[in-house]
T-cell receptor, first 113, second 118 residues
Framework: EDQVTQSPEALRLQEGESSSLNCSYTVSGLRGLFWYRQDPGKGPEFLFTLYSAGEEKEKERLKATLTKKESFLHITAPKPEDSATYLCAVQEHSGGSNYKLTFGKGTLLTVNP | NAGVTQTPKFQVLKTGQSMTLQCAQDMNHEYMSWYRQDPGMGLRLIHYSVGAGITDQGEVPNGYNVSRSTTEDFPLRLLSAAPSQTSVYFC?????????????????FGPGTRLTVT
């Protein structure tokens, strides 16, 4: 069973059409949940870190929220340049020095003009 | 700041060949790691290091070696390349914190190396 599940796998929006991406997780002790953006042929680019349920972070048209079981990435009035794959990753309390990120498979967002 | 740099950008190997993927960072990060990204799968951790001279295995370490002689560099060695190692490889780095204590720092990724093994 995957520890991090992202949905939908792909999302196509019209410019200006707001929507949300979902990331559900099943780790026992969450140290942090991370959102990254990945453009084709590039490395993941850091967007947000969320640490505890109820926390929210915003950046331009993006807003990330966190509950005890899932996180949402809300995209308000998206533009074509928001098209990318959005990755969610979690870091667990492991008691050691492994800062491993467990990634979901990503949501491919396409915003049409 | 160049951030995290990786070389080469592309590489084609024949089965059985060996090679080293280079990774360097100029942010004085203690933690460095290698991930591989395959279609339909999330990024998976290969090896990681919490400082010079300290390395450990991640989720998929077989067929790969690492060493960390300086804070800046963390090379990944493929000992005898196999077609199953065809993938995109990403190096990442971050500050570290006391495990279970301080909040985790975000990890910064390099641009990746696309490796094909024939």
């Amino acid at each position: 069973e995957d520890q991090v599940t992202q949905s939908p796998e792909a999302l196509r929006l019209q410019e200006g059409e707001s929507s949300s991406l979902n990331c559900s997780y099943t780790v026992s002790g969450l140290r942090g949940l991370f959102w990254y953006r990945q453009d084709p042929g590039k490395g993941p680019e850091f967007l947000f870190t969320l640490y505890s349920a109820g926390e929210e972070k915003e950046k331009e048209r993006l807003k990330a929220t966190l509950t005890k079981k899932e996180s949402f990435l809300h995209i308000t009035a998206p533009k074509p340049e928001d098209s990318a794959t959005y990755l969610c990753a979690v870091q667990e309390h492991s008691g050691g020095s492994n800062y491993k990120l467990t990634f979901g498979k990503g949501t491919l967002l396409t915003v049409n003009p | 700041n160049a951030g995290v740099t990786q070389t080469p950008k592309f590489q084609v190997l024949k089965t059985g060949q060996s090679m080293t993927l280079q990774c360097a960072q100029d942010m004085n990060h203690e933690y460095m790691s290698w991930y591989r990204q395959d279609p339909g799968m999330g990024l998976r951790l290969i090896h990681y290091s919490v400082g010079a001279g300290i390395t450990d295995q991640g989720e998929v370490p077989n067929g790969y070696n690492v060493s960390r002689s300086t804070t800046e560099d963390f090379p990944l060695r493929l000992l005898s390349a196999a077609p199953s190692q065809t993938s995109v490889y990403f190096c990442a780095s971050s500050y570290s914190g006391i495990a279970g204590g301080l909040r985790p720092y975000e990890q910064y990724f390099g641009p990746g190396t696309r490796l094909t093994v024939t």
